[in-house]
């Protein structure tokens, strides 16, 4: 596959001090306004000096390259995630550092993908996009980008990189990746990470929370999965969930797990019919994954009657997990083992910071 690439030199006299490759997928960030057509078209990424001039200010070298076809982040799929690894592969040993610009809408689950997928990963791959397209002009998209590639190239002084996870970079905030979700969908603050601070604050200078950054290990090999395994649902607790529609998932063809959504703690309908479907579900080998309905807190499985059956039946608890960090390692998981005894232990161990114990 061929990709378009173009290269941004610094302008300044100095060496370039380091050097970020970014990866543009598409999203509401790459659009511009078009008045012949009174539209938004997806922007021309060769114009980017134009459009944000400030980053010929910048002092290290960015290079832009562009999926062939650029798509609206609800397109996104395992597909594609597995592409950008690659690439981010391909290119991980000449290049310092990757931004990724993406849409909002499923950011959050290419991020913890993509967290997964990259094992010791010791350069930062921080993804950005905007609320409002780069070409109107109280975007945000200028804003998030340049400080994303500040971020990217930022190193300290032993010369490594001040981040080496995968990031979201938004609204002066940048959060690890599989901690974030989308919260919003007017604001500018349009992601949130309700149980793990953010890794750092860009105000009038960019604060890092240090003793919450994944540090830098010169010694591990970076290593790329790139298999995910789709045989995963959710399902969603909800006041007056039937039957039916809880066989209907478990029952599901060839599913290996599924993230069951529960109320606060960790806590679902104690109704006979229920507490049946979830112990005749695992006794055929589902995995189910028990992830709150709040941002906010964990599931501790047994706190209440209501989760102590889901404990007892052989439900793993998803702790502080988003959903999102749920499914995608759900995927990550049955992609790599089969024997099942270790697929519980690897969803009940935090593998990229994305779960407390
Ligand atoms: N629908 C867009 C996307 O996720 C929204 C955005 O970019 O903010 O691609």
Redesign the pocket.
């Known amino acids: 596959m061929t990709y378009s690439k173009i290269r941004i030199n610094p302008i300044s006299p100095e060496p370039a001090n380091g050097s970020v490759l970014v990866i543009y997928t ?4 790459g659009m511009i306004y078009e008045r012949k057509e009174n539209q938004l078209v997806p922007f021309d990424f060769q114009q980017i000096i134009e459009r944000v001039p400030e980053i010929s200010r910048l002092d290290f070298e960015i290079t832009f390259l562009s999926l062939p076809e650029p ?4 397109n996104m799929n395992p597909e594609i995630w597995i592409e950008l690894a690659e690439i981010i592969e391909t290119n991980y040993h000449e290049f310092d550092s990757f931004v990724i610009l ?6 959050a689950y290419t991020a913890s993908a993509l967290s997964y997928l990259f094992e010791n990963l010791n350069k930062p791959v921080i993804l950005t ?3 409002l397209p780069i070409g109107v002009a109280r975007s945000d998209a200028r804003e998030n980008v340049i400080t994303a590639l500040e971020l990217a190239a930022a190193k300290n002084g032993l010369g490594h990189p001040m981040i080496s996870e995968v990031c979201i970079y938004f609204n002066s905030q940048l959060l690890r990746g599989n901690r974030s979700k989308k919260k919003e969908s007017s604001d500018f603050n ?1 992601f949130h990470s309700e149980n793990y601070p953010p890794l750092a604050t860009a105000g009038v200078r960019i604060e890092y929370n240090l003793p919450y950054v994944k540090p830098f290990d010169a010694d591990s090999e970076f290593i790329v999965h790139k298999t995910l395994n789709t045989q995963v649902a959710f399902l969603k607790m909800f006041p007056g969930i039937t039957p039916r529609v809880v066989e209907a998932v478990f029952g599901i063809n060839d599913l290996k797990g599924v993230v069951l959504e529960t109320y606060g703690s960790g806590n679902a309908t104690t109704d006979i019919w229920f507490l049946s479907a979830i112990s005749k579900a695992i006794e055929r080998g589902l995995i189910i994954f028990n992830v709150s309905q709040c941002d906010g807190g964990r599931v501790t499985q047994g706190q209440y009657q209501t989760s102590k059956f889901l404990e007892q039946a052989g439900v793993i608890s998803g702790s502080d997990i988003t959903a999102e960090a749920a499914i995608t390692k759900l995927m990550y998981v049955f992609a790599k083992e089969t024997d099942k005894t270790k697929c519980i232990e690897m969803l009940g161990t935090p593998l990229r910071g994305e779960m407390s114990i």
Do not use: K, R, Y
Not at 102 to 107: E, N, P, R
């Open positions: 598409g999203g509401t960030l798509i609206d982040s609800s993406h849409g909002t809408d499923t950011m996009g905007a609320q349009a």
